[in-house]
C-alpha cells in the first residue's frame, strides 16, 4: 500500500477536505502499514531492510554490525580517494585508506588484522605494539612470537645483489657516473656528488677527498649494533672489488678508505691478502655503509582526523 494523505484544503476559509471518518480511516490504514506484523518483510524500495532479522539486515544492505561481525562470499570494501601512498601525510590531512585499522587511541594496544582458517590455523598481522612500530606477524598458531617484516625501508641490498637487514644506509660512489641502474633504486636519493642514501639516512652527504678516501657527514657515526660497512663486489656478485677500513671523529664524521686487494706470499709459501694501493669505488659497484642518525619526530596520527577528507 502506498502513502495515504489526508486532503486539508480550504476554499476562502472553509475547510472541503476529507471529512473526519476518511481521515482517521487513512491515518489508520498508514500506522497499520507502518506497525505491520513483526514477521512481514519490508522491501528495501520502501525503506525496509528487506529481512527480519538482523543479519539478514546487515548482509542485505551491506553493513557491519557493531562488532564488525559479517559473514559472506565475498567483501569488495572501495576508495577512490586513497592517494599514492609518499602521499599520504602525518598532519592528518591526507590519510584516507579504503580499510583503516586503528588502535582507537590506546597507545598500549595493537592496530591489526585476524585471518583465521577455523579449526586449522590463525595469525595476527598488523602493527604490534610489543615491537614497537614493525608491521610484524605472529601469535595463536605460530605460538608465543612476534616476527617482523622485512622490506626496502629496513633491509638494504649490497653491491653484491645480497639482502641484508640493516639501516639507516648510505651507498659511495660517483653518482651520476655510476653503471648500475640500482643505484637508487626504493627511497635512495643523491647524497651529495658520491653518495647516494635510503630514506631514514636522508641529511647525510658524502664527499671525495682525495683518491679512495670518503667522509661522510651528517650522522651520528657508523652503526651501534650489526655490521657496519660491505665491501664493493661486482654485480653478480661473485668477487670483492676492494678492501675498505673506516674511522670516525668525536663529533660522528666517518672516513671511509678503498684500497686495492693486494696478495703477497710469506716464508712458509702461504698467501695473505692485504689492503694496496688506494683506489676509487669502481663505477659498476658501490660501499655500504649502516649508520647511526639522529631522532626523528615521527608524525602521530589521531582518530578524530581519521575521517578527514583528502585537501592535498
Known sequence: MSLQLVDTTTNNGSYIGDLAPLAFKKL???????????????????????????????????????????????????????????????????????????????????????????????????????YGNNFCIGGWSMGNVSYKFYHEGNTTRASSGVLSAASPIVRIVQVEKSERRDLLESSFEAAGE?????????????????????????????????????????????????????????NGMVTVRLFKQRWTLDDEGEMHLSAGAPMDVPLNSWIDVRLEMPEKEVPMLTAEAADDPVTE
Open 194 to 250: 658520491y653518495g647516494a642514501c635510503n630514506f631514514e639516512a636522508r641529511g647525510v652527504t658524502v664527499e671525495r677527498l682525495g683518491v679512495g678516501v670518503y667522509q661522510i657527514a651528517g650522522s651520528l657515526g657508523l652503526a651501534n649494533e650489526g655490521w657496519r660497512i660491505q665491501d664493493p663486489c661486482s654485480p653478480d656478485g661473485g668477487r670483492t672489488l676492494g678492501i675498505t677500513q673506516s674511522e670516525q671523529d668525536g
Open 28 to 130: 489508520n490504514d498508514n500506522c497499520s502499514e507502518l506497525f505491520a506484523a513483526k514477521d512481514a518483510v519490508r522491501p528495501i524500495s520502501t525503506g525496509g531492510t528487506g529481512a527480519t532479522t538482523a543479519d539478514g539486515a546487515r548482509a542485505n544492505l551491506g553493513v557491519l554490525s557493531a562488532n564488525g561481525s559479517n559473514i559472506s562470499s565475498g567483501l569488495n570494501l572501495g576508495s577512490t580517494v586513497v592517494p599514492p601512498f609518499p602521499n599520504v601525510n602525518g598532519s592528518n590531512t591526507n590519510r584516507q585508506s579504503s580499510v583503516t585499522i586503528s588502535n582507537a587511541g590506546n597507545t598500549a594496544a595493537s592496530a591489526c588484522m585476524a585471518f583465521i582458517r577455523e579449526g586449522q590455523y590463525g595469525v595476527m598481522v598488523g602493527l604490534d605494539s610489543g
